[in-house]
């Protein structure tokens, strides 16, 4: 099985809103990975989890928090959010670092 | 620093044609990995082909095939016989090779949006 699931699909918030993103994988892989996606651009790494402990933040501002509460499970919880955030958001997972990684279907965020 | 270019915007085909997307890559480390995706319209990254560094044979897999050539840094991907359901955007992505397990980073390239057309 070579799935990640990533809830919701889609997610209208506003700035003052908090909610989360959540991403799942069973392949028991060990890394896993949050990235952004604007239209007709590639997709822009944000942070990476390696054994459930967060080993890359490419600068991502505060008001998204990644969570990885076991080797599963991956959250982003985001908070007062500005309309520029509007983007797909990708989920992904690997056996280890530098493997392929598999991606999930995303989360398309709109921020009124 | 690692950078991978996709020259190519957008290329339209007609059904039937064989089409090649081209990648090239730059990167100092001499342990690397390169990517391919498919990136449909429903927005899921679909995994191609990953190949490492040292391992320059060239792959076929069903439609698609890979021409990897260290010389030229470049990794092409080939579709024969496309189809209508090869519309999609293609990524070339690379990575530089494992040094401690936990730094990675996938480089994508720009992306090349591919219409097959009936």
């Known amino acids: 099985d070579t799935e990640v699931t990533q809830t919701p699909k889609h997610l209208v918030m506003g700035m003052t809103n908090k909610k989360s993103l959540k991403c799942e994988q069973h392949?028991?892989?060990?890394?896993m990975y949050w990235y952004k996606q604007k239209a007709k651009k590639p997709p822009e790494l944000m942070f990476v989890y390696s054994y459930e402990k967060l080993s890359i933040n490419e600068s991502v501002p505060s008001r998204f928090s990644p969570e990885c509460p076991n080797s599963s499970l991956l959250n982003l919880h985001l908070h007062a959010l500005q309309p520029e955030d509007s983007a797909l958001y990708l989920c992904?997972?690997?056996?280890?670092?530098?493997?392929?990684?598999?991606f999930g279907p995303g989360t398309r965020l709109t921020v009124l | 620093a690692q950078k991978v270019t996709q020259a190519q915007t957008e290329i339209s085909v007609v059904e039937k044609e064989d089409v090649t997307l081209d990648c090239v890559y730059e990167t100092r480390d001499t342990t690397y990995y390169l990517f391919w995706y498919k990136q449909p319209p429903s927005g899921e990254l679909v995994f191609l082909i990953r190949?490492?560094?040292?391992?320059?044979q060239n792959e076929i897999s069903g439609r698609y095939s890979w021409n990897f050539q260290k010389s030229t840094s470049s990794f092409n991907l080939t579709i024969t016989a496309s189809q209508v359901v090869d519309s999609a955007v293609y990524f070339c992505?690379?990575?530089?090779?494992?040094?401690?397990?936990?730094?990675?980073?996938?480089?994508f390239g720009k992306g090349t949006l591919l219409t097959v057309n009936p």
């Open positions: 992505a690379l990575s530089e090779g494992d040094s401690g397990g936990s730094n990675y980073k996938l480089t």
């Open positions: 190949r490492n560094s040292f391992d320059e």
């Open positions: 992904a997972s690997s056996a280890i670092t530098g493997n392929e990684q598999f």
């Open positions: 392949m028991g892989h060990r890394a």
